[in-house]
């Protein structure tokens, strides 16, 4: 195939997507700075706050996230004091999930920040087009992409 007939990114939803969110990554990595954790890192205890005491399962399901990257993540984070697991009580092989008193300090800094984050790229973007943004890749998010493999 020629480099004349290949679509090139812009025509990719997968390479945009990935450029956007890389951005938009950045930016807010940015903003949260000071608080010393990533957007990534902030999304992530605040999911463990909201589960109040999530399995490890479920909160990769809701992250759309496997189970061995969200391992991955929380290992800075239980290093750092500001999350702990501990098996559930009721099926010893399920691994559940908590915040520690630093973890909810650490989450209300952060959130701070976030806020911030969200003002300044509703400043920029408009509050309409960021909520038809969240409202598109919700929709993205949820669509069933389990497919037949691909055959060329």
Avoid at 60 to 87: C, N, W
Avoid at 136 to 146: M, P, T, V
């Amino acid at each position: 195939m020629s480099k004349d007939t290949l679509p090139g990114l812009t025509l990719c939803n997968n390479a945009a997507l990935r450029r956007a969110a890389r951005k938009l990554g950045q930016f807010y990595d940015n903003v949260m700075a000071p608080s010393g954790l990533k957007a990534t890192q902030q999304g992530l205890l605040y999911q463990i706050y909201i589960g109040d005491e999530p399995a490890m399962g479920a909160i990769a399901a809701s992250l759309i996230m496997d189970l061995s990257a969200l391992g991955h993540t929380l290992k800075p984070l239980i290093r750092d004091g500001y999350v702990e697991t501990f098996a559930d009580p009721g099926d010893r092989r399920i691994k559940r999930v908590r915040l520690t008193p630093q973890g909810l300090a650490k989450l209300d800094e952060a959130m701070k920040l976030w806020q911030i984050a969200q003002q300044r790229f509703e400043d920029v973007a408009g509050k309409e087009q960021a909520q038809r943004l969240r409202a598109a890749l919700d929709e993205i998010a949820a669509l069933d992409f389990d497919l037949p493999p691909a055959t060329p």
